[in-house]
């Protein structure tokens, strides 16, 4: 499932800004990198030593085929061609033994050591020395081996944290507008499934990017500087042709996977949009008895969700076993070809093992391109997710306000959720002076929510202005306009932390004692201290231990603490049992006392005693009064009051 702001992203332009995350890091990503590249050089010694190896089995074939024709026919002078063409193979071996060799072997005749005895063999000094060195050779490779895959999974580690950090501060950002438009199980898989991705792309990928091309590039340079030592350039022309033919399966399998990892992404975000849905409505599914069918639902989007993850893993399969069919189909033909153009077999080896030598690591970049496009299709969803910006603009000199002391002005103000549709609020004009209590009263969607909305600038008008002291507050500072407004809903939700925490959410510098005060204000402290942990018990998941009266009295006292001047109370009572509504309706009283609010109401006992009360239909005032007033006007306002003494 896609959502309105998804986008595509090339290779290029994903890992571009993937780069301008890791270099932040740069000394570790370079060290990393380094380590990895450093192994490679470790196969030059092996590819220098093949075709010497091959020319002294020749001179020692040749060694026995010299003593046995001298026995035998030594007479017409056979032995001494045989001797000739072993001197020359002797000499041509001799003359191919690689520079460091020659260079030891100076060195160590100096200190008394022979590596060849008097028929050019090698000796059991040799062997010693190569026991003494080659054991560093392997720790310095296991160590860089360490380093590489440490400095690159500490850099992965870290931009998976910076990119969550991003999401997060970026979805902070948003208005109300932007989630009413999104799936929040959606944007949690963004926010955690989709940067693990880019870890294994950064910690696993790249330290095969920065191993298996240096290994090849140093098996095909041997192969190219071999080639021109040995006057093989016809040959070296098959090997350019040829060579590219392994990049062929990768570059046409990729882009399959590719298509399938972001098609899984989606698909694992509908996984966690499940559950995030079931357990958010877990009280429903009890209160119904409907586990059963929440299970098989979940099972559904699972298996759903397991079709695409076995697609993109059918076809990631099918490039290493192609990248080697490939290869197998290049060597058998380079051998043919080699057959025909009669290349001894000494010339033929050494070009062949550094290709054998470069097999794995280019099927392990076989798997690094199946990786490189899951990280594209992640970042993808990432990027898309960071390049939408919903926010509401700030102005370019906001005013700084800190206070309220005139009154608050609604003009001809109209309002719509969706860009297309009748809109929810239709040329409403009102005031709030300063001090004094407005109660809005109306039907469902008549949109008495939306204007407290547009009041605290959740949403911004799409005609008219909403004023505070005669300035639009869309040029007020947002974080001076939320400090002077406070909210109390019906649904009250708590975070899953301590009262205390609770009642102290946005007045972080608040002490115990004032804490206290507050809940004693909003009759909390009663229940509160009848708990054995007090002011320190957990409230649950959005306020699950709690009861709905006693969510609803921590939230007002989180409202007298931050002691904002201007009050909105959405339906704060209408989910109440009669005596915690006594409670909490006081609790609310003491609250309003000397602040200007604005109550969203649909019980008569919270608005009969407001300054002036609104009564709203399908956006438009139809009535606008005191109690008195609109009651002697026998209108909508009375049949609503009717009503509720009926009740």
Known sequence: ??????????????????????????????MGLLAGSLTAGAWLPIFQMVQPALKQMIVTTGQTAEVHDTSYDSADGAGQDGAGQFNDA?????????????????IGNRLGLKFRDENNNMTGMLLLLGLFVLPPIVIFKMVVMYLNHYFLRWTGANVVRDFRVDLFNHLQNQPLSFFGRTDVGQIMSRCTSDPQMVDRVISRTFADICRA????????????????????TSTLAVVIIGFPCFILPMAFLGNRVRKWAKQALRRISIVSSKLHENLTCIRVVKAYHTEQQEKEKYYK????????????????????????????????????????????????????????????????????????ERGRAALARIFSLLDTDCSLPEAADPVRKSSFEEKIAFRNVSFRYA?????????????????????????????????????ARFYDVDAGTVTMDG??????ATGDLRKLIGVVTQETVLFNDTIANNISYGTPDATRKQIEDAAKMANAHPFIVAHAEGYNRVCGEKGFSLSGGERQRIA???????????????????????????????AINKLMTNRTTFAIAHRLSTIKNADTILVL??????ECGTHAELYEKDGEYRKFCDMQMMD
């Open 1 to 30: 499932m896609n959502e309105f702001f998804d986008r595509d992203y090339s290779v290029g332009e994903a890992y571009r800004r993937l780069y301008r995350y890791a270099i932040k890091y740069r000394g570790r990503l370079i």
């Open 90 to 106: 002797q000499n041509d071996a001799e003359a191919s033994l690689p520079r460091s060799f020659l260079k030891a072997e100076k």
């Open 213 to 232: 091309p240096f290994e090849i590039l140093f098996s095909v340079g041997y192969v190219f500087y071999f080639a021109l030592n040995n006057g093989m």
């Open 301 to 372: 989007v699972n298996q759903y969700y397991l079709k695409s993850v076995m697609k993109a893993i059918r076809i990631e399969l099918l490039i290493g076993p192609a990248v080697e069919g490939v290869g197998l189909l290049l060597v058998a033909a380079f051998v043919v070809y080699c057959y025909f153009s009669r290349i001894p077999l000494t010339k033929i080896v050494p070009l062949i093992v550094p290709f054998f030598i470069a097999y794995a690591p280019m099927k392990r970049l076989s798997r690094v391109q199946a990786q490189i």
């Open 419 to 455: 860009e297309v549709g009748e809109p929810t609020i239709r040329n409403v004009t009102f005031e709030i002076p300063c001090g004094a209590v407005v109660a809005v009263v109306g039907g469902t969607g008549s949109g008495k929510t939306t204007l407290a909305n547009l009041l």
């Open 471 to 476: 300035v639009d507050v869309k040029d007020i």
């Open 556 to 586: 007002i006292a989180r409202a007298i603490l931050k002691n904002p001047p201007v009050l909105i109370l959405d339906e704060a009572t209408s989910a109440l049992d009669t005596v915690t509504e006594k409670l909490v309706q006081d």
């Open 617 to 622: 239909e399908s956006g438009v005032i139809k």
